[in-house]
């Protein structure tokens, strides 16, 4: 059973254009709403983090949205760039395990030129 | 700052042969995590240790994995005997506390079991 699901498996959208990467998760017992980008070849990095006592959250052209009532999350990428192009993964976990993580399936974003 | 460090970046071993992966996580991070990415599927948690010691070993696939960390530095995960379904990119994580510091991950070891 997966608790976190994330869509789409994969996006291409043009340069400048706006990625959204959903995400929706079953335990509401979940704190902490991690959003990670990995390039090929590379780890997972932390790119941004959300609570569950705001509805968003903004670093710079990333934005997280939050919606307690209806367990979801979504990533938002402002005037995406080929740079951009990765792999970016969803998570969940509950604050009192820390790196315990349950991620989501992962979305391969393409930014054409 | 050195990153967390894996060894072998790849690993190719046959059926029913042994493989041990290392981590080094960032010194002076207590918390040492071990994932694992099956193809196209979810990056799953495997095992945490908190020093030496295993906090929690809930994710570990089976008894044919065993997982070590002696001394709470660097980690070994043994894989024996390997089958084929073990194939995938295990990574592995560090961080200093259970609260709010984010995990570091290495850049993983790809197996693939033939």
């Known amino acids: 059973q997966q608790q976190v699901k994330q869509s789409p498996q994969s996006l291409i959208v043009q340069k400048g254009g706006i990625s959204i990467i959903n995400c929706a998760y079953e335990n509401t017992a979940f704190d902490y709403f991690p959003w990670y980008q990995q390039f090929p070849g590379k780890g997972p990095a932390l790119l941004i983090a959300?609570?569950?006592?705001?509805s968003e959250k903004k670093e710079g052209r990333f934005t997280i949205s939050f919606n307690k009532s209806a367990k979801q999350f979504s990533l938002h990428i402002m005037d995406s760039q080929p740079g951009d192009s990765a792999t970016y993964f969803c998570a969940a976990t509950k604050n009192n395990q820390g790196g315990k993580l349950i991620f989501g399936q992962g979305t391969e974003l393409s930014v054409k030129p | 700052e050195a990153g967390v460090t894996q060894f072998p970046s790849h690993s190719v071993i046959e059926k029913g042969q042994t493989v041990t992966l290392r981590c080094d996580p960032i010194?002076?991070?207590?918390?040492l995590y071990w994932y694992r990415r099956v193809m196209g599927k979810e990056i799953k948690f495997l095992l945490h240790?908190?020093?030496?010691?295993?906090?929690?070993e809930s994710g570990m696939p089976n008894n044919r994995f065993l997982a070590e960390r002696t001394g709470g530095t660097y980690s070994t995960l043994k894989v024996q005997p390997a089958e084929l379904e073990d194939s995938g990119v295990y990574f592995c994580?560090?961080?200093?506390?259970?609260?709010?510091?984010?995990?570091?991950f290495g850049n993983g070891t790809r197996l693939t079991v033939t």
């Open positions: 959300i609570r569950p006592d705001v």
């Open positions: 010194s002076g991070h207590d918390n």
């Open positions: 994580a560090s961080s200093q506390d259970l609260r709010g510091s984010p995990l570091h």
């Open positions: 240790f908190v020093k030496e010691s295993k906090q929690d």
